[in-house]
């Protein structure tokens, strides 16, 4: 992925995500999708923003259906932020960097 985002799959997302000591947002995405591509550089902005304070990562829908599929994930891109091992807040679709900072934000209790 880069240097701030990393990829995440079935098998890692409970270690990764839910087991994580700070908020991670997860990017739930794939290669056809157009939006996905769109939002790409904006999650990779906040990724830099946010490293060392919270984690950013993605998983691909088509390669780890289990978990979008657990997560009820219909559409993409979906982002969800988990806090402590629970979803904190989700948007789907396109949205601003601001919109995912704040997110970021009310999860570190900025």
């Known amino acids: 992925m880069s240097e701030f985002v990393r990829e995440v799959t079935d098998d890692s997302f409970d270690n990764d995500v839910l087991?994580?000591?700070?908020?991670?947002?997860?990017?739930?995405?794939?290669?056809?999708?157009q939006p996905c591509r769109m939002i790409a550089p904006t999650v990779e902005a906040v990724a830099e923003q946010y490293d060392g304070k919270a984690k950013v990562v993605k998983l691909n829908v088509d390669?780890?259906?289990?978990?979008?599929?657990?997560?009820?994930?219909k559409g993409i891109p979906t982002l969800i932020l988990f806090n402590g091992g629970s979803e904190a807040d989700r948007v789907v679709g396109v949205t601003s960097k601001d919109n995912l900072s704040r997110m970021i934000d009310r999860a570190l209790g900025a």
Do not use: Y
């Open 63 to 73: 390669d780890n259906n289990q978990t979008a599929q657990r997560l009820g994930i």
């Open 19 to 33: 087991q994580s000591e700070v908020p991670v947002l997860v990017d739930f995405w794939a290669a056809w999708c």
